[in-house]
Every structure is written in C-alpha cells, then in structure tokens.
C-alpha cells in the first residue's frame, strides 16, 4: 500500500525531469524520459515563483512558532485537576466546543477585515494560531504524565512556569514534535486562506500561487516575455517541477519527525 501510495508522486518526479516532446506524447511513467533539467530552471528563474515560495517559509517559521508557544501554554493549565484549576472544565468544553460548532466563512473573514489584516503575512499566521486538536492532544500528554515528578518540584519551591519549563516540555518531546509536524504541514499546504485574504497575486503563498498557476493554469501571473521560453518545456512539465519543489520541504523533515509522530499520536489520544 505505501508503494501504490508513492506512485504518483513518482510520476510526477519522472515528467519533471523529462522532455516536453515525450510529457506531451504520454511515454513518461515510473522513469524520466530524455531526461532533461529544462523545466527546474524555468520554475527556479521564475521570482513569482521564487516570491511565493519565500512566503510560505516565512508563514511556516513564523506560524509554527507562535502557534506552538500557544498551544504549549494552553495545555499545561487544561492539564490540571479542576480542584487544581478552578473554572477548568468550563474554559475547556469553551475551547472544544470551537471544533464542533464554527461561526461560518463570512464572519471570520469580516473579523480579518475589521482587524486590518487583510493583504497581510499575519492573516496566513494569527487566526489559525492556536488549535484546539493539537490542544487537545497535547494536554492529554501532560495528564498522562507522572504527578509525583510536579508534586516533588512543588515541593522544592518550583513554580508553574518552572515546572512548565523544567518537566513538562523535556518530557513531552513525542507530542511536542507531533504538534510541530501537523502545523508545519498545515501551514505548508495552506492554499484557501491565501486566495480569500490576499487582495494582490504577488502576496500569495506558495500553494496559492500553485492553484493559480498549475490548476487554474492562470498564465497572468507569468512574464509574458518568457512565453517564448515555453517551447522548452510542456504544460506537463512544469506543473511536475513545481509540484515536486513545492513537495519537497515536507518529504525532507518528515523522516526526521516520523517516529515522534507515531508515538506522540497514540500517547497523546489515549491517556487522560
């Protein structure tokens, strides 16, 4: 199943870095066809392309981190006993019950627009800043820790931040890197939000930027200079270019990430 799964992915890898004569004629399967760079550097002359791509790595630093710091700091106190946290049990059906029930496409849009966001990085990064699954499976993380290990550091005076600090986060590592890979791949992949909240093309993250250009095949946003360029490579082509470039940070951090995931996943959804 993981081979079928790689297929495609495959494919497209072996038309990038084949001739557009044999992409347009079909030949091209599990292998490269005259093989030839032509494509990678039309796509990586391309400053439309190279633009976008510089957005999205500053959406996923930028995003991760803030998003990761939140959720960090709203897990540790739903972590508690409600004789521990008095009012937790409310703010945390509060907080769930924003993943059952959503206020709708327009009014968060509005909401954006009344902040002066719009046309902005931080529309890409702060409404989605915090979420309530990798909450979720965060604070259940902690609840399955050991109490004894914050009974002993209250007792030697450590306070919360401290104990946040010096316990929780070490010893959270699976989860903690679960939380990252979602975020990273959620920022990563993001395409919609870049659509409705970018009011300029030359604003568009990476995967917008890709709806509009490979799905869409809107050619306005390309040099009408460089058309003359095309003949080098197909439609076929350089959809595969793109789409493996805007791949391949992801393929290259998940290996690293993997076996954090697995076990940060089961650990995180079953305790508590």
Request: proline share 5%; charged share 15%.
């Amino acid at each position: 199943m993981a081979v079928i799964c790689l297929l495609p992915l495959i494919n497209v890898f072996a038309v990038s870095f084949s001739s557009s004569t044999a992409a347009s004629a079909g030949l091209v399967k599990l292998w490269p066809v005259e093989f030839t760079l032509k494509s990678y550097e039309y796509v990586l002359q391309k400053p439309e392309f190279l633009r976008a791509f510089g957005i999205s790595l500053q959406r996923v630093v930028l995003g991760t981190t803030i998003s990761m710091i939140l959720v960090t700091f709203l897990a540790y106190p739903l972590s508690k006993e409600s004789k521990a946290f008095k009012g937790r049990t409310f703010y945390a059906w509060f907080f769930v019950l924003t993943m059952l029930v959503s206020g709708g496409l327009i009014p968060w849009y509005l909401i954006i627009k009344s902040v002066h966001l719009l046309d902005s990085l931080w529309a890409l990064i702060l409404p989605g800043g915090v979420v309530i699954f990798n909450v979720v499976l965060l604070l259940n993380f902690y609840r399955g820790l050991p109490k004894e290990l914050e009974e002993a550091a209250t007792v030697d005076g450590a306070n919360h931040w401290t104990i946040l600090a010096k316990i929780y986060i070490p010893l959270s590592g699976p989860a903690l890197a679960t939380i990252l890979l979602f975020t990273m791949v959620g920022h990563w992949n993001s395409w919609f939000d870049g659509l409705i909240l970018m009011n300029r093309p030359e604003h568009y993250p990476l995967q917008s930027y890709l709806q509009t250009v490979v799905v869409n095949r809107e050619f306005s946003l390309l040099d009408p200079n460089d058309i003359s360029s095309l003949s080098e490579v197909s439609d076929r082509t350089l959809k595969g270019a793109q789409i493996f470039l805007a791949a391949l940070p992801i393929l290259v951090v998940y290996p690293f990430l993997q076996r954090f995931f697995i076990k940060g996943v089961v650990m995180g959804s079953v305790k508590g």
